[in-house]
Nanobody, 114 residues
Framework: QAPAVESGGGVVQPGESLTLSCVVTGRSLSWYSMAWYRQVPGSQREQVARISTGGYTTYEESVKGRFTITRDNDEGTVYLKMDNLKPEDTAVYYC????????WGQGTQVTVSS
């Protein structure tokens, strides 16, 4: 099955915001918990935000209060709104199910630099 397609990354300054989008095709998004992950070179891919089928959300400690994950099942899209970005948020961001059951997409690069 086709992987999700992530978009919305870019280069921003500290304190600015970005909203990432993840489009899932070929399956009903409503069946799955979904999550955003990020990876920097030399490190493992980590989950930063997760949303259950019922809309319950959890966040990695370093992004709590700054990132917001939402989903639109009808549009097959998962979003990650990132506010007050910090240099340590620089990474490639991916989405997948909460259990990492889809093939990984190419991700979208987020760079936070002054």
């Amino acid at each position: 099955q086709a992987p999700a397609v992530e978009s919305g990354g870019g280069v921003v300054q500290p304190g600015e915001s970005l909203t990432l989008s993840c489009v899932v095709t070929g399956r009903s998004l409503s069946w799955y918990s979904m999550a955003w992950y990020r990876q920097v070179p030399g490190s493992q891919r980590e989950q930063v935000a997760r949303i259950s089928t019922g809309g319950y959300t959890t966040y990695e400690e370093s992004v709590k209060g700054r990132f917001t994950i939402t989903r639109d099942n009808d549009e097959g899209t998962v979003y990650l709104k990132m506010d007050n970005l910090k240099p340590e948020d620089t990474a490639v961001y991916y989405c997948n199910t909460g259990e990492r059951t889809m093939n990984w997409g190419q991700g979208t690069q987020v760079t936070v630099s002054s």
